[in-house]
């Protein structure tokens, strides 16, 4: 899988309560206030069952349970602080529900459920409020059990059961209902291929009848269905691990819609606007918490890169708080990870082949997307980025900026979400207020492009720029250009012919140890330019190729530090 640090998160804070020698955080939840998470790991030494309080920085554990065995699922009602617990046999009830008292953080049981050596896989509460379902590894019956709940108390009665034909095991947290909650989507171990693994039920008052059913061909290990349509996210063990499914109410069928062969997927959860889907995989490199760009109207993912993560574990559990400005994640080393979700991505304008013009100055106080061809003309006015807005271009598609200045660029507010995107700008400056990095896709500098301030501009794209025939990119003073790409790229600065011009005026150009390749073009040096190369070696040098025209203007000044080679 491609794909860099994403963008659009920033870790936050994490606690590591449990801090039991490698225990898996299984099971992860929000409250409905988003100030409380829930989170329920392996069999430790310590609790199994954590509340932490989140204050929008910090992480504190509030309450803790000693359970003896595994966690494998949690569930908050949608409305009051009742607590779903499914768990392995043990001595507790598999299934419990708990009152959580925000007053003083105490846990009372309100309702169980006993099934003796079997084990609680899945808990899912109604949107109601009023049904909670429970999944289990039954080898005899009752593998999907559906619950009345007193929702003054808490209490349950046990309603409703189904016995599969297969006796075949729930997977780990792999039940969730439709939005509405007409409809439960549940994940299987696979039998063979004798029966489907993937199962969804109508539901009414707590009656579940089999709607429609898909043979996945191997054990669904986990699945969230998405809150805003008809799409169910199924992690799996086999090739391929993340699929993603349709349910078609019309015609009470499901059909695959794309797939993503990676590592096993441990866990899956949509963020509220059914546009991203958080993965947390087993034995992938770096970080093994990806996002997801699911594009409805082509019904394709694309990897947005990996998260932030503070170590590189495998991850067993993510959830995106109600209201999307954070993600829960837990992993391998007992850690509850939250990142914060920049720009709140819950919000956004989307253009889609869409041509923009501006007859003032204009803020952007929110994510904007843009998606197919599409151009913002800006007549001369000024974009301004303020408040966590940004542009966001999507995957095979370009934004043309022309004839503007894009104001306050900064950190990643003008970006690419797949190396598939483009921006074109044409008679535009860029004025930087921060560090501005540019990570993904690529750039066509069209006719006059300079770049302003006293900030750097980093490239770090793997995918190839181009200034064009006629046209210039200007380095202005006190700016510092960094090339440095993620891969070993050296030509990603492309000029096709002396008209092309690279003109540095009163910078700083600098080259990682993966070198810089000018050629083609024309290099102008003005005013008092600093030409530096980190590199150890001579051919990580900065190369001038001898097609390279350099033009030294009258008041220039250049100093070289590092290798500088001329080929």
Request: proline residues 3%; charged residues 15%; negative net charge.
């Given at each position: 899988?491609?794909?860099?640090?994403?963008?659009?998160?920033?870790?936050?804070?994490?606690?590591?309560?449990?801090?039991?020698?490698?225990?898996?955080?299984?099971?992860?939840?929000?409250?409905?206030?988003?100030?409380?998470?829930?989170?329920?790991?392996?069999?430790?030494?310590?609790?199994?069952?954590?509340?932490?309080?989140?204050?929008?920085?910090?992480?504190?554990?509030?309450?803790?349970?000693?359970?003896?065995?595994?966690?494998?699922?949690?569930?908050?009602?949608?409305?009051?602080?009742?607590?779903?617990?499914?768990?392995?046999?043990?001595?507790?009830?598999?299934?419990?529900?708990?009152?959580?008292?925000?007053?003083?953080?105490?846990?009372?049981?309100?309702?169980?459920?006993?099934?003796?050596?079997?084990?609680?896989?899945?808990?899912?509460?109604?949107?109601?409020?009023?049904?909670?379902?429970?999944?289990?590894?039954?080898?005899?019956?009752?593998?999907?059990?559906?619950?009345?709940?007193?929702?003054?108390?808490?209490?349950?009665?046990?309603?409703?059961?189904?016995?599969?034909?297969?006796?075949?095991?729930?997977?780990?947290?792999?039940?969730?209902?439709?939005?509405?909650?007409?409809?439960?989507?549940?994940?299987?171990?696979?039998?063979?291929?004798?029966?489907?693994?993937?199962?969804?039920?109508?539901?009414?008052?707590?009656?579940?009848?089999?709607?429609?059913?898909?043979?996945?061909?191997?054990?669904?290990?986990?699945?969230?269905?998405?809150?805003?349509?008809?799409?169910?996210?199924?992690?799996?063990?086999?090739?391929?691990?993340?699929r993603i499914y349709a349910h078609h109410a019309a015609s009470n069928t499901i059909t695959l819609v794309t797939s993503v062969t990676a590592a096993t997927v441990n866990a899956v959860a949509w963020d509220q606007t059914g546009q991203y889907l958080a993965v947390g995989y087993e034995g992938v490199p770096g970080p093994h918490i990806r996002v997801y760009f699911f594009d409805k109207s082509h019904g394709t993912l694309t990897d947005v890169g990996t998260l932030p993560a503070p170590n590189t574990d495998d991850n067993y559990g993510v959830r995106f708080s109600h209201n999307n400005s954070y993600l829960a994640a837990g992993d391998h080393s007992s850690d509850t990870i939250i990142y914060g979700v920049q720009g709140g991505m819950s919000h956004f304008l989307l253009f889609d082949n869409t041509k923009v013009i501006f007859n003032s100055d204009v803020i952007f106080n929110l994510p904007v997307h843009f998606r197919g061809n599409c151009v913002i003309t800006g007549r001369g006015n000024g974009l301004s980025i303020v408040d966590g807005g940004g542009?966001?271009?999507?995957?095979?598609?370009?934004?043309?900026?022309?004839?503007?200045?894009?104001?306050?660029?900064?950190?990643?507010?003008?970006?690419?979400?797949?190396?598939?995107?483009?921006?074109?700008?044409?008679?535009?400056?860029?004025?930087?207020?921060?560090?501005?990095?540019?990570?993904?896709?690529?750039?066509?500098?069209?006719?006059?492009?300079?770049?302003?301030?006293?900030?750097?501009?980093?490239?770090?794209?793997?995918?190839?720029?181009?200034?064009?025939?006629?046209?210039?990119?200007?380095?202005?003073?006190?700016?510092?250009?960094?090339?440095?790409?993620?891969?070993?790229?050296?030509?990603?600065?492309?000029?096709?012919?002396?008209?092309?011009?690279?003109?540095?005026?009163?910078?700083?150009?600098?080259?990682?140890?993966?070198?810089?390749?000018?050629?083609?073009?024309?290099?102008?040096?003005?005013?008092?330019?600093?030409?530096?190369?980190?590199?150890?070696?001579?051919?990580?040098?900065?190369?001038?190729?001898?097609?390279?025209?350099?033009?030294?203007?009258?008041?220039?000044?250049?100093?070289?530090?590092?290798?500088?080679?001329?080929?």
């Amino acid at each position: 899988m491609g794909g860099g640090t994403i963008t659009g998160f920033n870790f936050i804070t994490d606690n590591n309560y449990q801090n039991g020698g490698g225990k898996r955080i299984w099971a992860l939840d929000w409250n409905p206030n988003d100030n409380y998470v829930a989170s329920g790991s392996e069999q430790s030494n310590n609790q199994e069952l954590v509340i932490y309080y989140f204050d929008g920085s910090t992480l504190t554990t509030t309450k803790t349970v000693e359970e003896g065995v595994q966690i494998n699922s949690v569930n908050w009602h949608p409305t009051k602080n009742f607590l779903a617990v499914g768990e392995n046999s043990g001595a507790n009830p598999e299934f419990q529900v708990y009152n959580f008292n925000v007053s003083n953080g105490s846990l009372t049981l309100t309702g169980s459920g006993e099934y003796g050596s079997t084990d609680a896989m899945a808990v899912a509460w109604h949107s109601s409020g009023n049904f909670v379902e429970v999944g289990t590894d039954s080898k005899t019956s009752k593998q999907i059990i559906s619950y009345a709940v007193n929702n003054s108390t808490g209490a349950v009665t046990e309603k409703f059961s189904v016995s599969l034909s297969g006796k075949q095991a729930v997977g780990l947290g792999a039940m969730r209902f439709s939005p509405g909650g007409n409809l439960l989507a549940v994940g299987v171990a696979s039998d063979g291929a004798k029966d489907p693994e993937l199962l969804v039920y109508s539901f009414n008052n707590g009656i579940l009848a089999l709607n429609s059913s898909f043979a996945v061909g191997t054990s669904v290990l986990n699945l969230d269905w998405s809150p805003t349509g008809t799409y169910i996210a199924v992690g799996t063990g086999n090739n391929p691990q993340l699929r993603i499914y349709a349910h078609h109410a019309a015609s009470n069928t499901i059909t695959l819609v794309t797939s993503v062969t990676a590592a096993t997927v441990n866990a899956v959860a949509w963020d509220q606007t059914g546009q991203y889907l958080a993965v947390g995989y087993e034995g992938v490199p770096g970080p093994h918490i990806r996002v997801y760009f699911f594009d409805k109207s082509h019904g394709t993912l694309t990897d947005v890169g990996t998260l932030p993560a503070p170590n590189t574990d495998d991850n067993y559990g993510v959830r995106f708080s109600h209201n999307n400005s954070y993600l829960a994640a837990g992993d391998h080393s007992s850690d509850t990870i939250i990142y914060g979700v920049q720009g709140g991505m819950s919000h956004f304008l989307l253009f889609d082949n869409t041509k923009v013009i501006f007859n003032s100055d204009v803020i952007f106080n929110l994510p904007v997307h843009f998606r197919g061809n599409c151009v913002i003309t800006g007549r001369g006015n000024g974009l301004s980025i303020v408040d966590g807005g940004g542009v966001v271009i999507h995957p095979d598609s370009t934004l043309t900026l022309e004839d503007m200045e894009f104001q306050n660029l900064e950190h990643t507010n003008l970006r690419c979400l797949t190396d598939s995107a483009s921006l074109v700008l044409k008679n535009a400056l860029l004025t930087l207020s921060s560090d501005y990095t540019f990570s993904r896709g690529s750039i066509l500098f069209d006719a006059d492009t300079t770049i302003s301030g006293t900030n750097a501009f980093i490239y770090t794209s793997n995918v190839g720029s181009t200034i064009d025939s006629n046209s210039s990119l200007i380095i202005d003073q006190g700016v510092t250009f960094s090339y440095a790409p993620m891969g070993p790229y050296r030509n990603l600065v492309f000029m096709p012919d002396p008209t092309a011009i690279l003109y540095l005026d009163g910078c700083t150009l600098v080259s990682t140890r993966t070198g810089l390749q000018l050629s083609g073009g024309t290099l102008a040096i003005d005013n008092a330019v600093t030409m530096s190369s980190q590199a150890r070696f001579y051919a990580e040098g900065i190369s001038l190729k001898s097609d390279l025209t350099v033009d030294l203007l009258g008041s220039a000044n250049l100093q070289f530090y590092g290798i500088i080679r001329t080929d």
